[in-house]
């Protein structure tokens, strides 16, 4: 029997190394004893030895299980590098083994994995830190935290993202991190009673959590989900809880009493648009013109192929002539195309309509549409952020882009980024290693790649936008070409594979 002595809780570096070693001689699972160099060690195990340098094989594992792994050895389970390493040797002669969710063992890794993530979130969401004020030095900042499991290291560094201009220490039992304003540290652990009951600060955020607090939206059982009581004892607004609870019916009462008189400017756009695109949905059949589209947009407001739709504010569909030479396809619909049901008008779409008049394209004589029609976003406070849409909601809007095409039947479709890539070729790809090339498409036949507008305003500085605007440009006066014929050098064509 070996034993395996790790430096720390959550050494996964150490473990790594160790398990790629005994895993790469061959030795089985059940000839190793794990621990760390905190814990007791066992008695019935042997010196530890170095592991056999005869032949060695080599390991593949999935990213999924690193990933997972580097988690799971945070978990307070005192078997957990053990199970990872049986894990590991399992992996070896069943490559597709986390696939099975149903097997034993790969529950466990999931179960463990979320309730070390759960740990991690509440750890960002809790954790409330007291200012201490020492003369002749700088403000600095406590707070104490209980994790679940061993989590302290592992989390860190998000307090360091946010509170990088603050000199904090988190004090937990086990260990404690420490940030001077340049670098991060580790310690032994403490008490409680190092971190101040309360500070000024403290009544600051009561008031406005009695501000915020919405009686209207009380539920107190998802409320203790989210916040478990054990928590309540570090957390300031904790003592207001019960109080408010006990007040909401007469609070939710004072305000159906007063309703608020003006509708923000937001809120009425969106129930105006929204009334439209009902108006729009429920009309009676019309003359087609010569194209279906009408009718097609018409089918799309209904469209419940994914659950995007339960989020959006409405379907934004294509947009332009039906007999157009170029049809433009991009990823989704951003926030103000959200609002306002129409493609390609926001930030993105400015930029997008001035390099169309550089290039000397008419947007009037194309096509505009999206790979996806409705917008994912995240909600983040009263802002909703931007979310790449997955393959499996590209693919399930993928029924009406292919109409659209079937209609417009255009010269050339110019993909914009990867997600239109993908429901245009049925492939993923780099959009740089493809980018200026013409793909070969049995949906729209020649399509030619360049970037969404979106990656040049999220370079982070003002040369690198100039200079990839130009490109842009340059890739629609290429593209505009080509649809006219006026282009006679051969086309580059690019390869998904």
Known sequence: MREVVLRAPDDYEGWRDAARALAEAGVPAEAVVWRAAADAPDLFVSPPEEAPSGDRRALRVPRRFVDLAELVACHRDPE?????????????????????????????????????????????????????????????????????????????????????????????????????????????????????????TEEHWRTYYVNIFNPARLKVDAMKREMPVKYWKNLPEAQLIAPLVRSAGTSEARMVATPQKTVPKRAAAIVARADEARAERDAPPTAMGNNGLEALKREALACTRCDLHQFATQTVFGEGLSTADLVFVGEQPGDKEDLAGKPFIGPAGALFDRALGEAGIDRTRAYVTNAVKHFKFEPRGKRRIHKKPGVGEINACHHWLEEELKILRPRLTIALGASAIRSLTGQSASVLSVRGTVLSSALAGPVFVTVHP???????????????FGRFVADLRHAKARAAGEDSTPAATGTLL
């Open 80 to 200: 957990r590098f053990a199970f990872l390493y049986r894990l590991l040797c399992r992996l070896q002669d069943e490559p597709r083994l986390l696939d099975i969710t149903t097997d034993e063992d790969v529950f466990r890794i999931e179960m463990m994995a979320k309730s070390v993530r759960r740990d991690r979130h509440k750890m960002t969401a809790f954790v409330r830190f007291k200012e201490v004020l020492v003369e002749g030095a700088e403000p600095a900042y406590l707070a104490w935290f209980e994790p679940e499991h061993h989590i302290l290291a592992l989390t860190a560094p998000f307090f360091v993202e946010r509170f990088k201009a603050m000199l904090w220490t988190i004090v937990t039992p086990e260990a404690r991190a420490s940030w001077d304003g340049s670098a991060l540290h580790f310690g032994p652990g403490g008490s409680r009673d190092e971190v101040p009951a309360e500070d000024a």
């Open 454 to 468: 979106s990656f040049i305003l999220r370079l982070p500085d003002e040369a690198s936008q100039t200079t990839e």
